[in-house]
């Protein structure tokens, strides 16, 4: 049996296309309402951000002429539209919890002004997943290596690509894996589902052919 296949879903990607879609909160992020944000349940360190709690409101930013079935911002959260939102339920994908409404209150044109309705926008935040980068697959680089074995909060210098443990994938179709805590990672059939309905603003790349370097000016690292 193959090893199953995974892609990265690429939240900061820096080509635009027709439908690249960014956001911003409404207000300063003094007056946005946000929530706890989580803890590693072994070394109580914290593992992601603060979650933005409801009413959710946001600017739309569009670089392109459309709006996309996904729409980015500075966080972990990120927004799908409606018709993402039904056919993801509908085909009994896993990993996206909650779908929380996000108004628009402003849309911003950075291209031709385009002329359509607006998607109905839903916030959501992928699972934490107990799947684990391989460090040694992954050519990962530590400036200070992990100390907890259970959230794995390194601080990473650059890793050649993503592989994850055998064994460590819990079966969610998108999640953020121990190691990696803002990669959102996706499985095979998720890229599937995504291509069968040609969704917008949503880059996948493979996980193996996907490396970054944190050092100043770098960024993504794109293997032949």
């Known amino acids: 049996m193959s090893e199953p296949r995974f892609y990265v879903l690429e939240t900061s990607s820096p ?3 027709n439908a690249t879609t960014d956001f911003l909160t409404a207000d300063s992020m003094e007056d946005v ?3 706890e944000a989580p803890t590693c349940p072994a070394c109580g360190e914290y593992i992601s951000m603060m979650r933005l709690l409801p009413p959710i409101e946001v600017e739309i930013e569009l670089l392109g002429s459309s709006y996309g079935d996904f729409a980015f911002g500075p966080g972990l959260e990120f927004l799908v539209s409606e018709r993402f939102k039904d056919a993801f339920l509908g085909a009994g994908l896993t990993g996206l919890p ?3 409404p996000a108004k628009i209150v402003k849309t911003i044109f950075r291209a031709r002004r385009f002329v359509g309705p607006a998607p109905k926008y839903f916030s959501v935040l992928p ?3 107990r ?3 391989d460090d040694l697959a992954s050519g990962v680089e530590y400036e200070e290596r992990w100390t907890c074995a259970t959230c794995r909060g ?8 993503i592989v994850l443990e055998q064994g460590s994938w819990s079966g969610e179709d998108i999640f ?3 190691g990696l805590p803002g990669t959102v990672i996706t499985s095979e059939r998720f890229k599937i589902f995504c291509d069968r309905h040609a969704f917008t603003n949503c880059p996948l790349c493979e996980a193996e052919q996907y490396g970054y370097d944190f050092s100043p000016g770098v960024g993504r690292l794109r293997r032949k």
């Open 15 to 17: 080509e635009i296309g």
């Open 33 to 35: 309402p946000l929530g």
């Open 98 to 100: 909650t779908f929380t």
């Open 127 to 129: 699972a934490r997943s």
């Open 131 to 133: 799947a684990a980068i």
């Open 154 to 161: 390194g601080d990473i210098e650059r890793y050649e690509r």
């Open 176 to 178: 953020f894996p121990r």
